[in-house]
Structure formats: C-alpha cells, structure tokens
C-alpha cells in the first residue's frame, strides 16, 4: 500500500447526528451530537465512553446497520447512506467484518459451517467458501475444532469463531463491540490479541467499541465519546 492510500481516509465522518424518540412520551433524546471522525486505512481505534454514551450507536452507523439522522458517512469517498437497503446489505457483506458482545453464532451449524456463511450469503461456491473458511480456522487455532458446534465450544473458542466468519469475506473494516466483554481476562486478553495481529498481519482496519482502558491503551487511535461528542483520547 503506498503512503498516499494509506494516508487518504478510508472512513470520513461529517456532521453526524442521531436522535431517538423516547417511549410513547415523544420526547426526542439527541444520542449523537455532531461527530466529525476521520479513519484511515490500517487504523486500530478504540472507541471509549461511558455506559449509555452512544458508543454502539456510533459503531452500528459506521457499520452501516443504522443510519444517521443527520450528516455523512463517506467509505473510499462514497455517501453509504445515498444507498438502498439492498445495497447496504452488499456493501456490509463484501466490505465489512463484524464482532460482537455475544458471538451470534448459528447453533446447528459447526464452526465452519458459521464460518463460510457470508460466503454462501454472497454466493461463493461451497468448496471455495469451505477451504476459504478453514484455512481461517486453522489460523486462528481452531483448525481441530471446525467440525464442532457452538455448544460445544468454549467462550473463546466460540469468540474465535466469530472473528474467523468477520474474515470470511477479506473484509478492509473489522467493527467490533465490545469483543471481550462476556469472557473472563485471561481469554478476553488472547481474542484481544489475536485481533491485534489480524490488524497488524492484513493491513485490516480495526475499529472497536470498549470500556476497557486496558484494552484501549493498546490501539494505535483512542477517542472518546461524551455528551454526544467525540474527542481525540491521548
């Protein structure tokens, strides 16, 4: 990658605001307050803020599963939002990894059963998405777990598989929200790390969604989100 493409912002945010209608009250509460953000290719960013800031909301709207009430969200200098949901649904699928709390893997399905899914989704022939997905799994250190379902998986297993299906597509953008927060310190910290060197190794951009200093100290980019605005952390 040269200096200029890694310089050019792969995700640029512009007047972002986003407000919801609370209860059958009416009243409207402004969640997101006008954020400019400027991510670029191979950042690893840490988002931080307290409980009920706005953090997911935030991450939802950069992964394109929300949209704005106000303002841009421009990925490789194209407005996401002037598209269609169908469009949105391609895009997501072809350009974006996602990681969650909780690992929203299918339970009937094995690990690389899970693990192909965005590849079937998108119509990659099953061999292909198959051997795509276990050299994955292999990476990740599953390669003897594959044929296994969630259940009988550990919770870092389980979180190791939902990394693999966010890298079965060769996603630039991997949008995490709080990745380790429902696994204890020790197993929290090697999926932190795995996605550390997934960052590192594939020039993959990183973004995630945090409450842990710890874990946010080891990003290359940390902001802060209070009071609906976004600041510049260290």
């Given at each position: 990658?040269?200096t200029?493409?890694?310089?050019?912002?792969?995700i640029?945010?512009?007047?972002?605001?986003?407000?919801?209608i609370?209860?059958?009250?009416?009243?409207?509460i402004?969640?997101?307050?006008?954020?400019?953000?400027?991510?670029?290719?191979g950042?690893?960013?840490?988002?931080?803020?307290?409980?009920g800031?706005?953090?997911s909301?935030?991450?939802?709207?950069?992964g394109?599963?929300d949209?704005?009430?106000?303002g841009?969200?421009?990925?490789q200098?194209?407005?996401?939002?002037q598209?269609?949901?169908?469009e949105?649904a391609e895009?997501?699928?072809r350009?974006?990894?996602?990681?969650?709390?909780?690992?929203?893997?299918?339970?009937e399905?094995?690990?690389l059963?899970?693990t192909?899914?965005?590849?079937l989704?998108?119509?990659v022939?099953r061999?292909?998405a198959?051997?795509?997905?276990?050299?994955?799994?292999?990476?990740?250190?599953?390669?003897?777990?594959?044929?296994?379902?969630p259940?009988?998986l550990?919770?870092g297993?389980q979180?190791?598989?939902?990394?693999?299906?966010?890298l079965?597509?060769?996603?630039?953008?991997?949008l995490?929200?709080?990745?380790?927060?429902?696994?204890?310190?020790?197993t929290g910290e090697?999926?932190?790390?795995?996605?550390?060197?997934?960052?590192?190794?594939?020039?993959?951009t990183i973004?995630?969604?945090?409450?842990?200093?710890?874990?946010?100290?080891?990003?290359?980019?940390?902001?802060i989100l209070v009071?609906?605005?976004?600041?510049?952390?260290?």
């Amino acid at each position: 990658m040269s200096t200029s493409s890694k310089n050019h912002p792969l995700i640029y945010v512009q007047g972002l605001k986003k407000s919801f209608i609370f209860g059958g009250s009416g009243k409207i509460i402004e969640v997101l307050k006008g954020i400019e953000l400027t991510i670029r290719p191979g950042d690893m960013l840490a988002i931080e803020g307290a409980s009920g800031a706005g953090k997911s909301t935030l991450l939802h709207i950069l992964g394109a599963l929300d949209r704005p009430t106000e303002g841009k969200v421009y990925f490789q200098d194209v407005d996401l939002f002037q598209r269609s949901e169908g469009e949105l649904a391609e895009f997501r699928n072809r350009h974006l990894g996602f990681v969650f709390q909780f690992h929203h893997l299918l339970p009937e399905f094995t690990a690389l059963e899970n693990t192909m899914m965005p590849g079937l989704i998108q119509g990659v022939d099953r061999r292909e998405a198959s051997k795509n997905a276990e050299e994955i799994l292999v990476q990740l250190g599953l390669g003897d777990r594959m044929h296994h379902k969630p259940g009988e998986l550990s919770g870092g297993e389980q979180q190791r598989v939902a990394v693999a299906r966010a890298l079965m597509m060769s996603p630039p953008v991997i949008l995490a929200d709080e990745p380790t927060g429902n696994l204890d310190t020790k197993t929290g910290e090697d999926v932190h790390n795995l996605m550390l060197e997934i960052g590192s190794q594939k020039g993959v951009t990183i973004i995630v969604v945090t409450h842990n200093p710890a874990l946010a100290s080891r990003m290359n980019r940390r902001v802060i989100l209070v009071d609906g605005k976004l600041y510049e952390n260290g």
